[in-house]
Every structure is written in C-alpha cells, then in structure tokens.
C-alpha cells in the first residue's frame, strides 16, 4: 500500500509557483500568476495580462489569447489538484466566448471537477478588469508522471 504525499497548505502553493525558477514560456507570455489557491473548492486563481498586440480590428483581445489563458489555467488547476504529482497536458478543451474584452488585467479560476488515474476533468472562468465573465472553458486533460521525477 503506498502513502500519499503529504498536501502543502493553499499559502504554500501560491509561494511554491512564486519561487518557482522556471516554468512554461507561454505562461511567462501570458504573464501568469498564481494569486489564491482553495484546495477545500478545487480551485486556483490566476491574473494574466493580454497585451495590446494581441488585438483584433475591434480593439478587443483576440479569442485564441484568451483560450490560452484558459488551457493554462486549467492545466496548473489540475497539477495543484494532483498534489504536484503530475502533469495534465489537454486532451481536448471548448471555449464558450461570452463578451468582448479589451486588453490589460485578467483573471482565471481555474477548478478541477475531477481527476482520475488516466483522466482528469477541468473548468475555467475568464472575468477582465471590471470582473465580467468574459469566457468559460471546460476541458479533459490526461495526468502523466512528471518528466524527471517517474
């Protein structure tokens, strides 16, 4: 029978991907970051910054930038809800679009609905500045070994 390993408290895994040394190069372009982790709702929330380049004739974020957003939101949600033991590459992910959004300041919660042994179950909520819900994602993701650490 083996243990669990022990879960760090939600403070300590906002500080954990604070000092982290390294991560994705597409959440340092998305300029994301871990601001509040709720292990007792399943749930993450990240800022993230979409930067004027990322704008469509309209003047609005253009939706493949806030799909990114999203994927990575819930694929850092589901590590935290692996306790660090894996990683959760996507499977497949939707995206409901449900406003426009200009850009500067986001904010994901991202909340694992479910995580099993080959397959985990993930939603996201994007809110802009003046926090409206901007889009939701759901998404499957598949839990796998952390490289280096199998």
Same mark, same amino acid.
């Given at each position: ?57 309209? #003047? ?8 990114? *957003?999203?994927?990575?939101? *819930? ?72 490289? #280096?650490?199998?």
């Amino acid at each position: 029978m083996s243990e669990e390993k022990p879960r760090r408290s939600d403070d300590e895994v906002v500080a954990t991907f604070r000092k982290a040394k390294s991560r994705a190069k597409c959440s340092d372009e998305l300029q994301m970051r871990v601001e509040k982790v709720c292990q007792a709702e399943q749930t993450v929330e990240f800022s993230f910054v979409g930067k004027e380049q990322w704008t469509n004739p309209m #003047g609005t974020v253009q939706g493949g930038f806030m799909a990114a *957003m999203l994927d990575d939101a *819930m694929s850092v949600t589901g590590v935290v809800g692996a306790n660090f033991t894996k990683v959760m590459p996507t499977l497949e992910f939707k995206v409901s679009f449900l406003r426009p959004a200009p850009p500067g300041a986001f904010r994901v919660v991202g909340r694992w609905v479910r995580l099993g042994k080959s397959i985990g179950f993930m939603e996201a909520e994007l809110f802009d500045a003046a926090d409206n819900l901007v889009a939701k994602s759901s998404g499957t993701v598949t839990p796998r070994p952390i490289p #280096g650490r199998e």
